[in-house]
């Protein structure tokens, strides 16, 4: 029995675990007033206890505990937690590199790039495991293979002529690791065995306080990364904390920086910045800081020029917060068409003002308006398809008549279709009763419907908008 490997195993991971707990009984003897290093802070005294994490975060951190690694529940949960929300999911922060975290779990799969991090999957949560970070200057800093290959740690950190960075795979030390996060409310960590919190960064003042501050210099830190924008403005949105004023100061001048963000990652960010039930206070966030033009360009002239489509993506903004708020089902291929509707329109009028037929016209515009913004977003085909199908169809709703209405009725988009209709008459325009025509519809029964289709007469309906200017009116919906 005592010549089995894994009985040998489990032993080794005793004894290393108990090294790890006297060692860090012994550190907290020397630093219970901590005056350098973190700050360690009984969690129990901020409502935070075990059960507050998921069954897989706890798991991951015992596991690499076990194994003699250093691991701690980091990020949006521990802030989350700790503001009585519940987190959506959560981080680990270890010492282990990810080819050793792979080693422990038997679920976990390396995954990215520019961070190389660990999915350790239980049943459906996945828990995301990212080694210690350095700064890129940092003397102490150890990259994977670092002792081996010192010529190859460039290509772990990698910044560009502007300060950005490319890559970021040098790891580093825990208190490291807290000073590269973001926001100090970002950058607590919880050990969930001791049920301690160590704040390198005073992130506990500042989640009392209802406060965003950056780490470090916030240009700099911008400059390394301009996605910290939409992040600050996605996180004071969502907590309604006030940012701090060197946080806020530098978004003024740096907001153009969002242009040099590959147009991937700001699909992911932007889907962030407008799913998560805050995309209006979110978006006069953007607006303030003149971000929002530089994630849709077209859509921000256009609403330069007719004050209607700023109601009209306020009105789309603000039903999307609600059916997120009362978990109905949202679809981004919905919201970006209604972000990108005005642009759409605005070009539709010009090229039937150029004389082109209204459905050429539109066909042009949509094919041109997503070719431009796929270069800011990388919006994928899997919604950018749809997205037009949705603009298409609703255009062709108000041509019903005769048996045209029970046919558009079954199509896969029709309901999409109709909410946008519904959508747009939400916002102010009037497209003659369409949205509640179609509603009367649904809902009757088949001798009514015959009647409400043979009192349409055929063709599109030529309807004029209140409250737009002449050039940006289409001749159907
Ligand atoms: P959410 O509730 O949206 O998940 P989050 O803070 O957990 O918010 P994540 O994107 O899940 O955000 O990132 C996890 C943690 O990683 C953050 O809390 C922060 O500490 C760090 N982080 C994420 N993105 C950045 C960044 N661009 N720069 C620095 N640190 C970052
Ligand atoms: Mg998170």
């Known amino acids: ?55 897989g975060a706890r798991d991951v951190v015992e596991k690499l505990s076990a194994a003699g690694y250093q691991a701690y529940v980091v990020g949006g949960c521990v802030r989350d937690a700790l503001l009585g929300q519940h987190p959506k999911d959560f981080d680990v922060a270890t010492d282990a590199t990810p080819e050793q975290v792979k080693t422990v779990f038997r679920r976990a799969r390396i995954i990215g790039r520019r961070f190389k991090i660990v999915h350790v999957r239980y049943g459906r949560e996945i828990v995301e495991v990212t080694t210690f970070r350095a700064p890129h200057t940092g003397s102490t800093s150890r990259s994977p293979d670092a002792h081996k290959k010192p010529r190859k740690r460039a290509e772990h950190s990698q910044r560009s002529d502007a300060g950005m960075l490319l890559r970021d795979n040098v790891f580093g030390s825990l208190e490291e690791d807290a000073v590269r996060r ?72 740096l907001h153009g920086l969002i242009e040099e963000v590959p147009a991937a990652r700001l699909f992911d960010e932007v889907l962030k910045l407008l799913m998560k039930g805050d995309a209006l206070s979110t978006y006069e966030i953007l607006t303030e800081f003149q971000i929002f033009t530089h994630l849709f360009p077209d859509t921000a002239r256009a ?88 603009w298409d169809l609703h255009l062709r709703l108000s041509n019903r008549g005769g048996n045209r209405a029970l046919q558009l009725l079954e199509l896969p988009r029709f309901r999409a279709a109709y909410d946008f209709v519904l959508l747009r008459e939400q916002a102010g325009e009037d497209l003659g009763d369409l949205g509640d025509w179609w509603t009367t519809f649904q809902e009757a029964d088949e001798d009514t419907r015959q009647q409400m289709s043979a009192a349409i007469k055929s063709g599109p309906r030529r309807k004029r908008r209140s409250g737009r200017k002449r050039s940006a009116q289409p001749t159907s919906p």
């Open 1 to 55: 029995m005592l010549e089995s490997p894994l009985l040998r195993d489990h032993l080794s991971r005793m004894i290393k675990r108990l090294k790890k707990l006297l060692s860090s009984k012994s550190n907290k003897a020397t630093q219970g007033k901590a005056t350098q290093g973190p700050r360690r802070i009984a969690a129990d005294s901020h409502g935070l206890h075990p059960g507050t994490i998921s069954h």
């Open 182 to 253: 973001d926001f100090t409310i970002n950058a607590l960590y919880y050990q969930p065995e001791e049920n301690l919190l160590l704040d390198f960064v005073n992130g506990l003042d500042d989640i009392e306080n209802q406060t965003l501050r950056m780490i470090g210099d916030p240009a700099t830190r911008y400059r390394e990364d301009p996605v910290r924008m939409l992040r600050a403005a996605r996180f004071a949105a969502k907590l309604n904390f006030q940012m701090d004023a060197a946080t806020l100061a530098p978004l003024r001048e």
């Open 303 to 390: 609403m330069k020029d007719n004050d209607a489509y700023e109601t009209f993506i306020r009105q789309a903004l603000t039903n999307t917060d609600l059916r997120i708020q009362a978990k109905q089902h949202v679809t981004p291929a919905f919201l970006l068409g209604a972000l990108l509707w005005p642009a759409v329109e605005v070009l539709r009028a010009q090229h039937i003002a150029a004389g082109m037929p209204p459905a050429v016209a539109f066909n042009k515009a949509s094919a041109e308006i997503i070719r431009r913004e796929v270069q800011h977003i990388a919006i994928p085909k899997r919604f950018s398809v749809p997205m037009r199908e949705i």
